[in-house]
């Protein structure tokens, strides 16, 4: 079955620290997404991407948050100037089409751990 | 507010069959139910969806009464590593997005 790729697998940054987290979603699939669970909480939706720009985001996705497709095949969370509270696992996650009716694919995972 | 309730934990011993059930009293006309698995330190892994009657996979099976106000997800003869948090979603239009909403699922503990 097709993956989706997500590295690094680990980070760990200090507070104020700027952190990209990187993924390669399925190579057909034309719709992109973060989500991030804190430990023992939720997996929570942070951002949709489509056609190079941003179609949904959620209230934690603020001006510290930005997400970008460099190339054909990357698909980027940057995290500007990271807080304690950030630390979390993100997921990386596409779809062919969009929707809640749609079967999304997530990749493995950053754990991010900001001290 | 498609909001859905599905118990927070299970336990179960290996050869059982488990049936984890699922309550979306508000689901949409539209709207599809969809069952993932997450093991821990992973992603969310698509198990299966549904809209009614009975859906099967080489996984599962998804039981959707005609009402459409619940649906149950049938794993048979379960082994240890069917240990994960398994999440019950329905479309949210409440929430804003999109995208799907995740609760906070089903504890499943397989023992020997």
């Known amino acids: 079955e097709p993956e989706v790729t997500q590295t690094p697998s680990h980070q760990v940054t200090q507070m104020g620290q700027e952190v990209i987290l990187r993924c390669v979603p399925i190579?057909?699939?034309?719709?992109f997404y973060w989500y991030r669970q804190i430990l023992g909480q939720k997996v929570e939706f942070l951002v949709s991407f489509y056609n190079n720009e941003i179609s949904e985001k959620s209230e934690i996705f603020d001006d510290q948050f930005s997400v970008e497709r460099p190339d054909g095949s990357n698909f980027t969370l940057k995290i500007r100037s990271t807080k304690l509270e950030d630390s979390a696992m993100y997921f990386c996650?596409?779809?062919?089409?969009?929707?809640?009716?749609?079967?999304?694919?997530f990749g493995s995972g950053t754990q991010l751990s900001v001290l | 507010l498609a909001k859905t309730t599905q118990p927070i934990s299970m336990d179960s011993y290996e050869g059982q069959e488990v049936n984890i059930t699922c309550s979306h009293n508000?689901?949409?006309?539209?709207?599809?139910i969809t069952w993932y698995q997450q093991f821990p330190s992973q992603g969310p892994r698509f198990i299966i969806q549904?809209?009614?009657t009975k859906v099967t996979n080489e996984v599962a099976s998804l039981f959707i009464p005609a009402d459409r106000k619940s649906s149950t997800l049938s794993l048979p003869r379960v082994s240890l590593s069917d240990t994960a948090v398994y999440y019950c979603l329905v479309g949210d239009e409440n929430s804003g997005y999109s995208t799907l909403t995740f609760g906070k699922g089903t504890m499943l503990l397989v023992s020997p």
């Open positions: 190579s057909n699939h034309l719709y």
């Open positions: 508000n689901i949409a006309t539209n709207d599809y």
């Open positions: 549904g809209y009614k």
């Open positions: 996650a596409s779809s062919e089409e969009p929707g809640t009716n749609e079967k999304l694919f």
